[in-house]
Structure formats: C-alpha cells, structure tokens
Nanobody
C-alpha cells in the first residue's frame, strides 16, 4: 500500500508556471511507474506524464516541451513542473503509482489557468 498526497495547485494566469508535488507514504524506489493524470470538467481522465523506475519519461503531446516530471527517491516525492500554462491545462491533477499488481491514486489538486 502507498498513500499519495498532491499539492501545489492553484489559480494562475496563462503563461505562468506551477510545480505540483506528490508525497508518497513509503519509498517509491521500487514502483515501476509514477504518473500524473488530469481530469477537466466533463472530460475523461487523461495521462499527462510518466516517469519510470529507471528515470525514463514520457509526455502527452499536449504538454511536451512545457511540462517536466521528476522523482526524488530519497524524499519519496514526484513532481510536475508546468511552464507556459494555458487555459486548456485547467483540470484536477492526480498522482498515480503504478506497481503492476496494484494502482494507487491521490485525491488530486486543482489547477486553474485564466486567460
């Protein structure tokens, strides 16, 4: 089991930046994939960014070049640096731990980008 708590969301203007944090209740060193998802009102949850246990990363086309996912194994933390934010980035952002046999979610943090 692992509990995840997201933080760092807020209301910003377009073009600004935010850094989301995801704190895990135990070591994430052995977790194969850590993801950030987002869900906008009336839309399905979508995968935004992934970081593997080995440090490999992958991004949705809509955020490539603007968002950066990272992990700090020593602190049991995962981050999502979001630059050049757009109104269409407005959503609740969720941290997810994908350990193959189990899947864990945080409660989400709201990001609102005004134009």
């Amino acid at each position: 089991q692992v509990q995840l708590v997201e933080s760092g969301g807020g209301l910003v203007q377009a073009g600004m930046a935010l850094r989301l944090s995801c704190a895990a209740s135990r070591s994430i060193r052995s977790i194969n994939y850590m993801h950030w998802y987002r869900q906008a009102p009336g839309k399905q949850r979508e995968l935004v960014a992934t970081i593997t246990r080995g440090g490999g990363t992958n991004y949705a086309d809509s955020v490539k070049g603007r968002f950066t996912i990272s992990r700090d194994g020593a602190k049991n933390m995962v981050y999502l640096q979001m630059n050049s934010l757009k109104p269409e980035d407005t959503a609740v952002y969720f941290c997810n731990a994908d350990d193959i046999v189990a899947n864990y979610w945080g409660q989400g943090t709201q990001v609102t980008v005004s134009s």
